[in-house]
């Protein structure tokens, strides 16, 4: 082999194990301290590290992997127990606000949620102020803020969005026109339109969390 080949294969090497570093730095860090947003997360990460070459900094994709492996690893316990608490509230706020076409989203919809993740609802109105009257007449108190989606390549849109907190849970609402319903913005992980799953979808998901925890049982049982 030519020496500058073994140099580019090393290089290559040594680049794919500091992606690697501080994609698992910044699942760490998301876990452990409720970071939330991946850019932040691996900036942070590759800080402490000490790996500042920006080749180095993982997709949202590959942060998103060492998270799930994290969990599997440290929480292989504690995270789908609060995983499953996390939908069965969201299921019952969506029961709550069934005017407003919920639709689940984020980590507790792709099964990620820990401790430090709010459940996390898209409601679909017309008039966002519907919402707040809704939460107003049922005495429930709440924050309001904004927050900008992706919902194409050079469009951003603001958008309101409702925080309120019940047994000790957070909700994240985001409420969005009716049209929104037909195409959803694009995730921040991969950038493709950001999966939701209506009151039916979660259903199953809770349905397909007990099956899978009977075969854990099962299986446990015959080690």
Request: aromatic share 4%.
């Amino acid at each position: 082999m030519a020496r500058g080949e073994h140099h580019r294969i090393h290089a290559h090497d040594r680049l794919q194990r500091n992606r690697l570093r501080v994609a698992q730095e910044a699942a760490r860090l998301m876990s452990e301290h409720g970071i939330r947003d991946f850019h932040h997360a691996k900036l942070k990460a590759s800080e402490r590290l000490g790996i500042l070459d920006t080749q180095s900094l993982p997709r949202n994709d590959e942060i998103e992997r060492a998270l799930r492996e994290h969990q599997r690893i440290f929480q292989a316990e504690s995270q789908p127990r609060h995983l499953r608490r996390c939908r069965e509230a969201a299921m019952e706020a969506m029961r709550f606000l069934d005017a407003f076409q919920p639709r689940l989203v984020g980590a507790v919809l792709e099964g990620t949620a820990d401790a430090h993740s709010a459940v996390c609802l898209h409601l679909f109105s017309d008039d966002p102020d519907a919402v707040l009257r809704f939460l107003h007449e049922r005495g429930v108190p709440y924050e309001t803020q904004t927050r900008r989606l992706r919902t194409g390549r050079d469009d951003n849109p603001e958008y309101p969005v409702v925080l309120f907190s019940a047994n000790s849970l957070s909700f994240d609402l985001t409420v969005l026109p009716v049209d929104a319903l037909r195409q959803a913005p694009l995730d921040r992980v991969d950038e493709r339109p950001m999966r939701r799953a209506g009151l039916a979808a979660v259903e199953q998901l809770l349905h397909e969390q007990d099956e899978d925890d009977e075969l854990e049982r099962k299986l446990a049982a015959l080690r």
